[in-house]
């Protein structure tokens, strides 16, 4: 997912590797916190894909929001983009649990 994200953010040194990984994290986390389930447990960082190009795009779009854009209207709309996927994935099925899952 790394290398995707990278690649999103138009970067190709590593040395944003880390902050980019943090990036990645704290997607997963606030995604985790309005009730979407359909991520992994821990995030491999090599893999190509979170196995769902929803929730890809979700976690490339809040990176693209937060990495620092210089320009604050391009951030802003990463971030609209990024809000709105994540409420849609919060009210869809698919991506929550429900009691019968447990």
């Known amino acids: 997912m790394l290398s995707k994200v990278k690649l999103a953010l138009r970067r190709t040194s590593d040395a944003f590797d880390d ?7 704290a997607a997963v986390q606030d995604l985790r916190n309005v009730g979407i389930t359909l991520l992994p447990d821990t995030i491999d960082y090599t893999a190509t894909s979170f196995g769902d190009p929803l929730i890809d795009r ?12 210089l320009d604050v ?20 099925g698919d991506y929550i649990a429900t009691d019968d899952d447990t």
């Open 58 to 69: 979700a976690v490339i779009l809040y990176c693209k929001a937060e990495f620092g854009y």
């Open 73 to 92: 209207n391009e951030a802003k709309r990463f971030r609209d983009a990024y809000d709105y996927l994540k409420c849609a994935l919060s009210l869809a």
């Open 19 to 25: 902050e980019i990984k943090d990036l990645i994290a």
